[in-house]
């Protein structure tokens, strides 16, 4: 019984309010400030992706960012969402 517990707190935990439907449909028209709360909200994700472990000489951990992958994961984002159609 304690793990499904503990199951429901971790997901109730992260758990994300969604973009509001106003803020997607003014992104797909182009509108700049709603693009940026687009990036906004996926920016920890995009960060994620763009991560790389490596491994020093020692054999010492880092997790480091790739600011090319990043810049050019943010455009497809963009990319995509002006492409998208709505009804």
Partial sequence: MR???????RK????RSLLPHEVI????????PALRQVLTYYE???TR???KE???RYGNLYTCVDHEL???LQNKLI?????????
Avoid: H, P, Q
């Fill in 3 to 9: 793990k499904k517990e503990n199951a429901k707190l």
């Fill in 54 to 56: 490596l491994y020093d």
């Fill in 79 to 87: 990319a995509g969402v002006l492409k998208f159609r709505t009804m």
């Fill in 49 to 51: 992706l763009a991560s």
């Fill in 25 to 32: 449909l003014a992104a797909v028209r182009g509108e700049e």
């Fill in 44 to 46: 920890r994700y995009i």
């Fill in 70 to 72: 990043k810049t050019e």
């Fill in 12 to 15: 109730s935990k992260w758990k």
